[in-house]
């Protein structure tokens, strides 16, 4: 079965890749017009994002009382930004590497869905801190519209929703169950005319309610330890900004510190709430506008563009398939 999956997860690799082909061909000819020192240092800033990621996992870990080697966990967070990208399942994939893991290496999976939650939820807290800023720099340039203030207010809606399953599971694992349940009956009631069947299972939500449960019970009154994975996600978005500093560098366009800030807190607000698998499509389409609202030349807001997705998105998805090829060659570990 696994290798089934393998399988099926490498075809709709290639399919992906080929259904973004022209994109492709832009990039690579963008890419051969840049400065290569500075583009070099935007590849290594973005290797920092990596290597900062397995970090801010290591220390969730550690919250939930689980050990685990940094190594292993930048590539399951490679694997599992591959898997979310190329067969989008709001997520869910992505988490299903790590409970995989977990599974064959017989570690609680409760425990690392809630380090799952946890580090969507850090990963809003600390983008919102970011957008803020962005905001204030939009406003202040009277570029600020609808559409920011409409994918902010979506923004805080999803982090309230995720603080609100583990402040429920912290209180009960029924009352969290039961408004799981009633959510898969209203996405089911919604999918059924289209699918004709169940989309959700209705009975896995009082099962993943208890297991988040379990992993909410073991960070009770560890406090102190809190802090730390919110620095290094505020860090990663430091070091995004960076990789988009050093692409403007590499493209020879003059920038200021509210350009940097306000275009990034535009084109990951839309990488977050956008419906398309990190942003595909969409990203491409508003940063462009957005940059040229903050006085950037359009042809260079379009290079930008162009060579910032491929640093921060073509690059994990092509690391995360080695990855994921990795993992799957891994054996079930004896036991001791």
């Known amino acids: 079965m696994r290798k089934f999956v393998a399988f099926l997860v490498l075809f709709l690799a290639i399919l ?3 259904l973004s082909f022209s994109e492709l061909e832009q990039i690579v000819e963008t890419l051969r017009q840049s ?8 590849f290594f800033f973005e290797c920092l994002w990596l290597y900062n990621t397995a970090v801010t996992y290591a220390a969730l870990y550690r919250l939930v009382d689980l050990n ?6 930048l590539l399951l967070a490679l694997a599992a930004n591959f898997v979310n990208v190329i067969a989008p399942s709001a997520g869910l994939g992505g988490m299903a590497i790590f409970l995989d893991s977990a599974k064959r290496r017989d570690l609680p999976t409760g425990r690392v869905t809630v380090v799952g939650v946890l580090y969507v939820l850090y990963d809003y807290a600390a983008f919102l801190c970011v957008l803020t800023l962005g905001l204030v720099v939009l406003f202040r340039r009277n570029r600020l519209n609808a559409g920011e203030l409409t994918a902010t207010a979506i923004l805080l809606l999803i982090a309230l929703g995720v603080a609100l399953i583990l402040i429920l599971a912290y209180k009960s694992s029924e009352q969290l169950g039961k408004v799981l349940a009633w959510l898969a ?5 919604l999918a059924r005319p289209f699918i004709r069947r169940d989309y959700l299972d209705v009975g896995q939500a009082y099962l993943f309610a208890q297991e988040v449960a379990e992993g909410v019970e073991v960070i009770r009154g560890k406090r102190k330890e809190f802090l730390w994975p919110f620095l290094f996600a505020l860090n990663n978005k430091a070091l995004l900004i960076c990789v988009l500093a050093f692409t403007f560098l590499a493209l ?4 200021s510190v509210g350009t940097l800030v306000g275009g990034f807190s535009i084109g990951y607000l839309f990488f977050i709430v956008s419906p398309t698998p990190s942003g595909v499509g969409v990203v491409e389409s508003i940063l462009p506008v957005a940059l040229a609202g903050l006085r950037v030349r359009w042809a260079a807001a379009v290079l930008i563009t162009l060579v910032y997705r491929a640093v921060t998105f073509w690059f994990p998805l092509a690391v995360g398939g080695l990855a994921f090829r990795l993992l799957q060659r891994e054996e079930r570990p004896s036991a001791s």
């Open 16 to 18: 992906f890749v080929f």
């Open 35 to 42: 400065n290569w020192i500075f583009l070099t240092f935007a």
């Open 68 to 73: 685990e080697k940094r190594w292993r966990l």
């Open 185 to 189: 009956r209203r996405v089911n009631s």
């Open 252 to 255: 020879g366009t003059p920038f």
